[in-house]
């Protein structure tokens, strides 16, 4: 079956970086999009981006850009995804999903997540 | 980028209780709208995708319907373990695959 295992706990001060990781299992990991989902205490769904695990393409929504860095290790089944010049207002737990189709193109709906890792922001 | 609206943002409804949250998108989208349901302290599972088809498991008091603009998620008797915020997700040809900001749904 279908397993993302995320990294554990992080609290980071403002300006730092976080990478969260994500180790898939269960399936051929090049063979689906993962997605980078965030939720903020108390606050809804945020879509962050998209890395293709076959040849590392990205792609990231735009409040996001020139912050945040996906990537992906074949040899270990695992995505990253790095955020920088951290703010109290990145405090939220991260997920990494799975993409719903199989194969060069985007399904876009996400029908397997990771248990999410909290990230803590503050001084 | 097109935007996701939900109406209500919470509703409070008793158990058999036929429940129904709409979805805007800013423009259309033909069918590419998702649903997900996120019980307390529970990581997102998908409900619906192609704006009318339930993943697989989903029990069958979900449905879902609308085309182009305008989406209707549909319990048709509310239970208990039906309590959850429910999101919206447009898909369509390119990212971002923006969120609606969700509709949370109590038992009254």
């Known amino acids: 079956q279908v397993q993302l295992v995320q990294s554990g706990a992080e609290v980071k001060k403002p300006g730092a970086s976080v990478k969260v990781s994500c180790k898939a299992s269960?399936?051929?990991?090049?063979?689906?999009?993962m997605h980078w989902v965030r939720q903020a205490p108390g606050q809804g769904l945020e879509w962050m981006g998209i890395?293709?695990?076959?040849?590392?393409?990205?792609s990231y929504a735009q409040k996001f850009q020139g912050r945040v860095t996906m990537t992906r290790d074949t040899s270990t089944s695992t995505v990253y995804m790095e955020l920088s010049s951290l703010r109290s207002e990145d405090t939220a737990v991260y997920y990494c999903?799975?993409?719903?189709?199989?194969?060069?193109?985007?399904?876009?709906?996400?029908?397997?997540w990771g248990q999410g890792t909290l990230v803590t922001v503050s001084s | 980028d097109i935007q996701m609206t939900q109406s209500p943002s919470s509703l409070s409804a008793s158990v058999g209780d036929r429940v129904t949250i709409t979805c805007r998108a800013s423009?259309?989208?033909?069918?590419?709208l998702a649903w997900y349901q996120q019980k307390p302290g529970k990581v997102p599972k998908l409900l619906i995708y192609?704006?009318?088809t339930l993943q697989s498991g989903v029990p069958s008091r979900f449905s879902g319907s609308g085309s182009g603009t305008d989406f209707t998620l549909t319990i048709s008797s509310l239970q208990p373990e039906d309590v959850a915020t429910y999101y919206c997700?447009?898909?369509?040809?390119?990212?971002?695959?923006?969120f609606g900001p969700g509709t949370k749904v109590d038992i009254k």
């Open positions: 999903a799975r993409d719903g189709s199989p194969g060069i193109a985007v399904a876009g709906t996400l029908t397997s």
């Open positions: 890395i293709n695990p076959s040849g590392g393409s990205t």
């Open positions: 423009q259309g989208i033909s069918n590419y």
């Open positions: 997700q447009k898909y369509n040809s390119a990212p971002p695959f923006t």
């Open positions: 269960g399936y051929t990991f090049t063979s689906y999009y």
């Open positions: 192609a704006a009318s």
